[in-house]
Every structure is written in C-alpha cells, then in structure tokens.
C-alpha cells in the first residue's frame, strides 16, 4: 500500500523552528519527487516547497524563501521541511504529495497525498 504520512507539526511562537517529516512506504523516493504544500483556514491549498528524487533540485514559493530548506534522505525514505523564522501567516496543515516528475510536483499534479500535519504559529 503506497502511503506518505506527515510528522512534526505542532504549536510554535513567532520566530521559532519546526522540522517537518514526511515518510514514504509501499514505494522508493528513488523515483518520486516530493511536494509540501499548505492550506491555511479559508484559503486555497498552496505549494511551498519541492524536491526531485535525487534531490539535485528545489523549489520554493516566494512566501517561504530564505525560511525553509527541503531536503530528503532516501535511505530513510522520508523528506523534511525545516522551517524557520515562522510567521503567523505560516499557520496551516502541512501536506506532502508525490508525483514521478519534479515539474508535475510543483505543477501541483501530484498522484499520492499524506493526511497532513497542523502547524500554528501564534505567542
């Protein structure tokens, strides 16, 4: 059974860190490349930062940029997303995705999503 499954969310103060994971099973990241994406309260889910599979190639959306690093380790199967310097408006349910080209991945063409992982950031 091919499954992603989000870890890391969690409630953190403006300015601090969280490292999200997301662990693959039932499938290799060797041929997958990996998406983040978000959606906050009343809003359309957005992309925020992807990965090919060997991990020679990013993404990130303008919002984020400079703030959060996506990085993967196929020989644990997983992706992270360290995000820092959080803000307010980066309160959301974190998704990752997958889809067998990076373009697809950041074109939001995905064919596998996680459940999600909260993250708030609020003093």
Do not use: H
């Not at 490349?33 to 990965?51: M, N, T, Y």
């Not at 190639?57 to 990085?71: E, H, L, N, P, Q």
């Amino acid at each position: 059974q091919l499954q992603l499954v989000e870890s890391g969310g969690g409630l953190v103060q403006p300015g601090g860190s969280l490292r999200l994971s997301c662990a693959a099973s039932g499938f290799t990241l060797d041929y997958y490349a990996i998406g983040w994406f978000r959606q906050a309260p009343g809003k359309e889910r957005e992309g925020v930062s992807c990965i090919s599979s060997s991990g020679g190639s990013t993404y990130y959306a303008d919002s984020v940029k400079g703030r959060f690093t996506i990085s993967t380790d196929n020989a644990k199967n997983t992706v992270y997303l360290q995000m820092n310097s959080l803000k307010p408006e980066d309160t959301a349910v974190y998704y990752c995705a997958a889809a067998s080209a990076f373009r697809a991945v950041v074109a939001g063409r995905v064919d596998y999503w996680g459940q999600g992982t909260r993250v708030t950031v609020s003093s």
